[in-house]
């Protein structure tokens, strides 16, 4: 399985940026993913999680600014980040999770820079 992920880019606080994870190769049924970011010094941390049936979950840092969603035709998952501040700034990375018979697999980082 391959994860490709796009969409990181420079933006200013308050901004939007959408970022999307395509899995490819032998994936099997209807994939749980998620979308992790490991700031400089500190351990990456899952910001989101779609499950196999669609239920999803936040981190309380990003949780009312961030949405997650999937289009299960293409195997891409998406996270859609609204008013960005400082502290969003990591490199974000999708990874297949565990479901489905799948999984765990990571792809690579995408940026996120958020600048005042």
């Known amino acids: 399985v391959q994860l490709q992920a796009s969409g990181g880019g420079s933006v200013q606080a308050g901004g939007s940026l959408r970022l999307s994870c395509t899995a490819s190769?032998?994936?099997?049924?209807?994939?749980?993913m998620g979308w992790y970011r490991q700031a400089p010094g500190k351990e990456r941390e899952r910001v989101a999680y779609i499950g196999v049936g669609g239920a999803t979950s936040y981190a309380d840092a990003v949780r009312g600014r961030f949405t997650i969603s999937r289009d299960n035709d293409k195997n891409t998952a998406y996270l859609d980040m609204n008013n960005l501040i400082l502290e969003d700034t990591a490199p974000y990375y999708c990874k297949l999770e565990p479901g489905s018979g799948n999984g765990p697999a990571w792809g690579q980082g995408t940026l996120v820079t958020v600048s005042s």
């Open positions: 190769g032998s994936v099997r049924g209807i994939p749980a």
